[in-house]
């Protein structure tokens, strides 16, 4: 897979500046009790538009660049915070910093039934692991300041992934699909199963992409 190399950072820097102050001047409150949830992202060329499935991807936000967006999301968790807390009600609110793919972290708030569904959105592995604050560098004070939660991120896909052959242009398509599902599988994964009250069973299995802190304060 081939690395794509990041140019033009100065203007990614001011980019990122328009960005966080952007974010920071919105009224969080009308849009989140009209919708129940809200969340902030890098939208900045090249990441917006960067998935795990290209097959060039680009080299993830370093050095400045990293620690510009990292304050982004810092100050606009503390801002979302403030404001929040006038609704006075309960609410979810954390920063989903996402390793290695920093790009894609993220803060996140809901309200109502958004609360369940975020606090069940990330897989909690049985051995937990401890945020290494030293690795962002002036941030460490600030970041040791939140209390981080570790997840995973996942990829999932179902038993009826596949589907049936009359969904193919031919059979020959169906029969690459089916062999690349089958490697799929013997990748190292976990497997959930659901039982409908009609007693049809759906296995679910779900492949590790990277890690998620997820903090608060």
């Not at 009790?33 to 917006?48: A, E, F, M, T, V």
């Amino acid at each position: 897979m081939r690395i794509k190399k990041v140019r033009g950072h100065n203007r990614i820097h001011k980019l990122i500046d328009k960005w966080r102050l952007y974010n920071l001047s919105n009224d969080l409150t009308h849009y989140l009790l009209s919708n129940q949830y809200d969340y902030i992202k890098l939208r900045i060329h090249p990441w917006s538009g960067a998935t795990y499935g290209n097959s060039s991807m680009l080299s993830e936000p370093k050095g400045k660049t990293k620690q510009k967006i990292l304050i982004g999301l810092l100050d606009i968790y503390d801002n979302w915070k403030m404001q929040l807390e006038k609704i006075g009600q309960p609410y979810y609110l954390k920063i989903w910093l996402c390793d290695p793919k920093v790009s894609e972290s993220q803060v996140v708030c809901g309200i109502g039934e958004r609360i369940e569904r975020y606090e069940n959105m990330f897989f909690k592995p049985d051995k937990d692991k401890k945020i290494k604050t030293a690795n962002y560098g002036s941030l460490k004070q600030r970041l040791e300041k939140y209390n981080w939660d570790y997840h995973f991120e996942e990829n999932h896909f179902d038993n009826n992934e596949i589907g049936e052959p009359e969904y193919y242009r031919s059979i020959e398509d169906y029969e690459e699909s089916k062999k690349w599902f089958e490697k799929l599988l013997k990748k190292p994964h976990r497997t959930t199963i659901l039982t409908t009250p009609i007693d049809n069973v759906t296995e679910y299995y779900s492949f590790k992409k990277g890690e998620v802190w997820l903090g608060e304060k």
